[in-house]
C-alpha cells in the first residue's frame, strides 16, 4: 500500500485537502436546500466528544468522533422526525452539550493534551498518511451515495410528498443522508478543525447558491470553490507560516463575499 508520508508535506495536504473539499461540495448543496446549515455545526461538536473519548481512554481518536459524529446525526434525524421538530431546532438542543461533554472528558484525562488546539483548529500541514487513507475513504461512501442515491435524495430534498407517491424510500435515503453527512463533516473536523469544519461544508454552497439556483450547478461550482479555497488557504499558509485552518476559512469567506458581490451587482443591472 502506497504510504502518503513518502510524499512532501504541502502535496499531501493539497492531495488530503482538495478530498475534503469534494466531498463537502457533494453534500452541502443538500443540507442548504434541507435548511439544514447548522447540521455540520451540531455534527462537529458531536465529534469533539467522540475526540475527547478517544484521548480519555486511548484510542485513536478518529474511530471514537466517527461513532459519536454518526450516532448524533441519526439521533437528530430521529428526534426531528418523531418529534415534528426542524432539524436546527434538534441541533440547537444537543450541539452545546456534546461540546460540554467533551470539555468534561477532556478534563477528565490525565497530563496535557497539546493536540487538543490541532482538533479544535486543524492543521492541514501536519496531516497523516492515515488521515490521507481516511478522506479517500469518505470520497469513495460519499461518491457511491451521490450515485446510487443522490438524484432520490434530491427529489425528496424538493418534494418529499411527491417523492412518496413515486416509491422512493424518503424515510431510509433521509436516514442514509443523516450518516453520510456526519461523515462527511467528521473528516472535515479531522483536516481544518471542530471550530471551523462548518465554514467548508456550508460557505461555498452558499456562494454557489448565489450565482445559480440550478442543483447541478451549485453542485459543481460548491465542490470548485471548496478547492480553490483549500489550494489558496494552503499556499497562503505555507508562505505566510499562519495556521491552515484559518488561511483556509479566508479563502473560503472571500469567496462568499466575491459571490455576494456578484449577486448584488445582477440585482442593481436588473433594477
Not at 22 to 47: E, N, Q, T, Y
Amino acid at each position: 500500500m502506497f504510504d502518503f508520508l513518502s510524499l512532501p508535506f504541502m502535496q499531501r495536504a493539497l492531495l488530503g485537502g482538495e478530498m475534503v473539499a469534494v466531498v463537502a461540495g457533494i453534500v452541502s448543496p443538500i443540507l442548504l436546500f434541507r435548511k439544514m446549515s447548522f447540521m455540520s455545526v451540531g455534527i462537529s461538536h458531536g465529534a469533539f466528544a467522540g475526540i475527547a473519548l478517544g484521548i480519555l481512554i486511548g484510542i485513536s481518536p478518529m474511530w471514537t468522533a466517527i461513532a459519536f459524529a454518526m450516532g448524533l446525526g441519526l439521533l437528530i434525524g430521529f428526534v426531528s422526525k418523531t418529534g415534528k421538530l426542524s432539524e436546527d431546532a434538534t441541533i440547537g438542543t444537543f450541539f452545546a452539550f456534546s461540546m460540554a461533554l467533551g470539555i468534561f472528558l477532556i478534563d477528565m484525562s490525565k497530563g496535557y493534551h497539546p493536540d487538543v488546539m490541532g482538533y479544535l483548529f486543524g492543521d492541514l500541514l501536519a496531516i497523516s498518511s492515515s488521515d490521507v487513507y481516511f478522506a479517500m475513504i469518505i470520497l469513495i461512501i460519499a461518491a457511491l451515495w451521490y450515485l446510487f442515491r443522490g438524484r432520490a435524495a434530491i427529489y425528496s430534498t424538493f418534494d418529499e410528498d411527491f417523492s412518496r407517491i413515486v416509491g422512493i424510500p424518503v424515510d431510509i435515503d433521509y436516514y442514509v443522508f443523516m450518516a453520510v453527512a456526519s461523515l462527511v463533516t467528521v473528516v472535515a473536523v479531522m483536516f481544518v478543525g471542530v471550530i471551523l469544519a462548518s465554514s467548508i461544508m456550508i460557505a461555498p454552497a452558499a456562494a454557489s447558491k448565489m450565482i445559480s439556483k440550478r442543483f447541478s450547478n451549485v453542485t459543481l461550482l460548491s465542490i470548485s470553490f471548496g478547492m480553490l479555497a483549500v489550494f489558496g488557504g494552503i499556499a497562503f499558509s505555507f508562505y505566510t507560516n499562519i495556521p491552515s485552518g484559518p488561511s483556509v476559512v479566508f479563502f473560503v469567506t472571500a469567496i462568499f463575499v466575491i459571490s455576494l458581490g456578484i449577486k448584488w451587482s445582477k440585482n442593481f443591472v436588473k433594477s
